[in-house]
């Protein structure tokens, strides 16, 4: 269950009919099982009420504070990103040395990677990194060292002097006479 009951019941006691609730409590950004779990719902109900009003939002309303006319105000519940905060990050990293580390898996299965390591790789928030998993062993690159092994792999099969781009083009020209042609 989400770790702070009076907050949700905060937020689910102005209003009355049950879909309001839950309308707001997803505003409030709270996950839908939690909501579910909360308000002793099924989840399906949950969820239909949601997916129902994202079907009912015009098209222009993309975000998700504008509801349609007659659903939830949401106004003052939206609450904006969490800061960062390296203390949480302790409880699921157990640092043994600089380049050695434990990392606990987190309740909703993700894993934290130190500070250090983001830097390393590059990585900034929305940022991607390259992951593999073979034999057991997860293997983490930057975005950059992942385009430049990609970069190797090719041209260990493409002689330096081909043109890959100028042969698409050709192909692509011989490909649309033929098909001037008649085939």
Known sequence: MAKDPERLAAIAGRHTTVADKIRALAGAGVAR???ARFLGKRY?????VLEDDAQSRPESAGDQSSYVLGKADLSGLREGPRPFERDDDAAFIDR???TAFWLRVRPDGSLILPIDVAEALDAKPDDKVFATFKNG???IISADKAMEEASEIVCRYIPPEVDLAASLIADRRAEAAREEDGG
Do not use: G, M, P
Request: hydrophobic share 35%; charged share 20%; proline share 0%.
């Open 137 to 139: 062993t997860l293997t």
């Open 96 to 98: 043994r040395s600089a």
């Open 44 to 48: 399906q109900h949950v969820r239909n």
């Open 33 to 35: 099982a939690d909501i």
